[in-house]
């Protein structure tokens, strides 16, 4: 089983999937829609990658303010997070993603990608950001043997 990550958005989403042993996360597509209000294409899209992939779990970035309080579009998220496990049956952990769409340009500029570029692949590798920091928590925590609330972690 695999652990699928989500940049949620506006207007898209990014996808990105964790390989077997939940080590890695690769990015996969980008989920558009012409409506912010309209999640039924979205919704069905990333159920048929769950069944594809084998996907046992998600993680939705939460896209928390800097001061570590909930905006409008930590609260879309949430809500976005009630219809995924209504729709997909499976458990949703919301990740905190302060800073992983800075850090995705950051690595596309130092990749090489030229700017006209970079908007149509941030959303992908700020997903690939968000499972790869839950992969790395649940690997620390796992090495440990700690149980902490993954939405409380410490950067």
């Not at 500029?109 to 959303?123: L, N, S, T």
């Not at 925590?141 to 993954?150: A, E, L, R, V």
């Amino acid at each position: 089983m695999r652990i699928m990550g989500l940049d949620f958005g506006s207007k898209t989403v990014g996808v990105a999937i964790s390989d077997s042993l939940l080590i890695t996360a690769q990015g996969i597509e980008i989920i558009r829609r012409t409506d912010e209000n309209k999640l039924r294409k979205t919704l069905a899209r990333i159920e048929e990658l769950i069944v594809q992939y084998e996907v046992s779990e998600i993680v939705l970035g939460l896209p928390k303010n800097m001061n570590d309080t909930i905006g409008e579009r930590a609260e879309l998220s949430m809500e976005f997070k009630d219809k995924l496990e209504r729709r997909c049956g499976l458990p949703v952990v919301m990740w905190d993603e302060r800073l992983t769409s800075v850090a995705a340009e950051r690595a596309m500029i130092e990749a090489g990608i030229r700017r006209e570029h970079r908007k149509e692949h941030v959303d992908k590798i700020a997903a690939v950001f968000i499972l790869q920091g839950y992969l790395d928590y649940l690997q620390h925590t796992k090495k440990n043997g700690s149980q902490s609330d993954p939405t409380e972690r410490e950067d």
